[in-house]
Structures are given as C-alpha cells and as structure tokens.
C-alpha cells in the first residue's frame, strides 16, 4: 500500500465570544413573617431538590462575643431536647438532604437541603435546631477542643496572620477587625452559656430565609410559616458604624527566617447600593481580579514573583471591602511590591483599553451566569443580593450596566477604591531581610 500524504489544514480562527443572553428572571413570593422572619421563595425546577439559605445578624460587640458566635456555630446541631445528633443526621439522610451552620463577621448561616418531597421535613428539623438546640455538655466540649485544634493549626500560619493583621489595621477596634478568636478565649467560653446565647441571638426578627428550588412559592412560603412559627425572639442585631479606612506607614510583622512574604493591601470596595458599582467590579477585574487581569500578568506571568495574586471584594452587611493578596519569596518582596504599586496606579491614572474592558465585561457577565445557573449558586447569590437591599430585578441589570460603562467611567471609579494613598498595607516576612527594601518604597513600621 503506497503511503498517502496527509494535507496541510490551515488553523481555524478562535470564533468571537457571543453577547451574552439576558437572565430570566424566576417566579417568587417574598413575605415578613409575623416573628419578623423574611422570606423569600423563588422557583427553579430544573432538578427535583430544594435550596436553602437563612442568615441571622448576630452583632458581635467583644472579643468574647467571637469565641462563643464561633462555638455556636459548631455545636449548635449537636442535637435538640427531641433527638440525637445522630437522629438528627438520620432524619437528613431520609430526605436526601443535609443542613450545616457556619460562623461569619455578619452572623450565623444555615445551609441546607433536601428532596422536593422533604422540604416539610426540612424545615421542622431546622425548627427544632433554631428553638430547641440542647447543647449536651460533653459533646460542646468535645468541639470546643476540635474548635482550639483548628484555630492553633490556622494562627500558625502566616497567610491567616497576614489577614488577621490586615484586618485590625483597617478596623481597628470595630468588630470587623478579627475574624477568628484565639484558642484561649473559645475556652473560656462555658458551654452551658451557649443555651443562653442561642435564645439571645439566634431570633427571626431580621433574619433572612431564601428558597430556591422546585417549589410552589407561595406555597412554599406557607410551609415556613408554619414550620418556623414557635420561632420568637428580641430584636434584630445591628452592626455599628465602620471606621474610615485609616492612611497608616505599612505594617511588617516580623517571621523570621521565612523564606517568603505575605503581601496585603486594601480599602474601600464597590458595595452594590453604589451608583458606580459596575465600574468599580471592572476596574478590580482589570487590575487583579481576574486570571488575565493586569497584576497576574505582571507579576505571575512576566516576572515569576508569585503563583497566585488576585485582588477580591469582600461585602459585609456594613461595608464593602477590596483586598490584594500575594505570596512572594523573601529576595522578591520589595519588587514585588513595587509592581503591585505600579498596577493600582496605572489603574487609577489610566483608563483601560476597549479590548481590556470588553474580556473583562463578558467574564463578569459570564461568572453572574454560572454562579446562578444551579440552585444552590441562585439562592446564595439572592440571599447576598437581598441582604444588601437589592432586589431579583439586580440580575439583569447589571450585566447591563457593566456593557453600558465606558473607560473614563472605570478609571473614576477605581480612583474610588484602588487608589495607593487610600490602601491600608501589611506585609508578613522576615523583617530584617525585607524591611531595607520596603523602606525606599514607603514609610513602615515593625511589629
């Protein structure tokens, strides 16, 4: 057989990115329950489960306050005057269905599903956990142990510490300046206050409770209201005015002999109540928040300095925050801050090219289109979305307004929230090898 030649193909463009189709908005019922509790019911019936999120405020005034917020979140679902923990994991399992609890600046959130046969189910099994957890002693004790394993393990190392740090230079005093406690303040915590607490904080009245899933929505909302109707409680928590970010030298926390440096800058970020929000998540996306962006080129890509930069936005119920976060070796530090310095203020000074703003608009509109494109990702992002004030409606309009916003707009807002002067530093590393180099760049002091 005579060997044949294989032809030449000539390689094929890469095909345009399509514009991106505009989000349908879903069905839903959205109601205040008597206790204060709102609820808000949405349908996706694309697989045959139901998603739940509720968020209860829970104001932390004291050091103290966090080490027990932070164990009540984790014994919590030890079990109820009614049934076991492991009842309690039986009868989630029974409903192909599962709820957690987890701890934040803001609050406690619960997390669940099930079945769509099983939301009644569901929403009794939290019930009893909002109005009857017993927190056995031995069992809250045994967490609290796990709970001081797991904060020694994170205080050890020096990305937490660089947050950490970062934190209580931006807040100061406020409760947003930590977001862990130490192990000895969680054991001064004795877990027969944690039942107290629980009736304390743990109230409807300003809470939120988001569904999403194949469900009837009002009828949904019936469903809670009669599950959740035993659930009373004071007041909602409130969270107290947040400082001024603070213009302050760059703070160095001594590691010595690390053999690399945790670098922190941040300030103000976009909150979605801005008119200008669209513009601000643009400039951080162009700047350092995406994979393309400007700062991974720099100083991944062209230098080598660091694997992983990225600079992220952060919402609180009181305030919005934009941090950069990088990783470098010790011999790199003072370089790489000074790319990272060069990126924010080319950023504010210079408005991005047209192909810069367009890749950095689909990707935007694309990760809004993913994240909600299940139900669990549509019913984290409403309950973020409904926190904030803002409605479903936000779902459409601001892809629209991110292809609505022009460079001059970009630049302006990122003289809002990227610029250097506004940005509070930290770095974590070995001090005596990085400090000389730092020093040329800016004013520091050690700790």
Do not use: C
């Not at 968020?55 to 049934?83: C, E, H, Q």
């Not at 934040?104 to 099983?118: M, N, P, T």
């Not at 703070?251 to 800058?265: H, T």
């Not at 936005?313 to 801050?337: F, I, K, N, Q, Y």
């Amino acid at each position: 057989m005579s060997p044949t030649k294989s032809r030449e193909r000539k390689p094929q463009p890469v095909p345009a990115l399509t514009k991106p189709r505009k989000q349908r908005l879903p069905s839903l019922a959205d109601r205040v329950l008597p206790n204060g509790l709102r609820v808000v019911a949405v349908r996706r019936a694309s697989v045959p489960l139901v998603h739940l999120r509720l968020r209860v405020p829970n104001a932390i005034r004291r050091d103290v306050d966090l080490a027990k917020t932070a164990l009540l979140s984790r014994t919590i679902m030890l079990g109820t005057s009614g049934r076991s923990q492991g009842e309690l994991a039986e009868a989630l399992q029974r409903i192909g269905g599962g709820l957690r609890v987890d701890d934040g600046a803001d609050g406690l959130a619960f997390v669940g599903e099930s079945l769509r046969s099983g939301l009644g189910e569901l929403l009794g099994l939290l019930a009893e956990v909002l109005t009857d957890a017993a927190f056995p002693k031995a069992a809250a004790e045994r967490e609290a142990g796990r709970l001081n394993d797991h904060l020694r393990r994170a205080l050890s190392q020096p990305g937490t510490v660089a947050d950490e740090a970062w934190l209580q230079r931006r807040y100061g005093d406020h409760p947003y300046g930590r977001s862990l406690p130490t192990p000895d303040e969680v054991s001064e915590v004795s877990p027969r206050t944690l039942k107290a607490l629980h009736k304390r904080r743990v109230v409807p009245s300003g809470s939120l409770l988001v569904l999403v899933g194949d469900l009837t929505p009002a009828r949904a909302v019936d469903q809670v209201e009669k599950a959740l109707s035993a659930w009373q409680g004071g007041p909602g928590a409130s969270v107290s005015p947040v400082p001024e970010v603070p213009r302050l030298p760059l703070l160095l926390v001594d590691r010595p002999g690390a053999v690399q440096s945790n670098l922190r800058l941040g300030g103000r970020g976009p909150r979605r109540t801005d008119d200008w929000y669209a513009a601000g998540q643009l400039a951080n996306g162009i700047y350092g928040g995406s994979f393309s962006s400007r700062l991974t080129q720099n100083i991944r890509e062209d230098k080598g300095y660091t694997y992983s930069p990225h600079s992220s936005v952060r919402h609180l119920r009181g305030d919005s925050r934009l941090v950069t976060a990088a990783e470098v070796a010790t011999e790199v530090t003072a370089p790489a801050m000074v790319e990272v310095l060069y990126e924010l203020g080319r950023i504010v000074a210079l408005p991005p090219s047209e192909e810069e703003l367009d890749a950095t608009v689909q990707y935007l509109t694309g990760t809004l289109a993913l994240g909600t494109s299940t139900q669990a990702g549509l019913a984290e992002t409403l309950a973020d979305l409904l926190t904030d004030g803002k409605g479903v409606d936000w779902l459409q309009e601001y892809p629209a307004r991110l292809a609505a916003t022009i460079p001059e707009e970009v630049m302006e807002a990122a003289a809002k929230i990227l610029a250097p002067a506004n940005m509070v530093s930290v770095v974590v590393g070995d001090a005596d090898v990085v400090e000389p180099g730092l020093a040329l760049l800016t004013e520091v002091v050690r700790r």
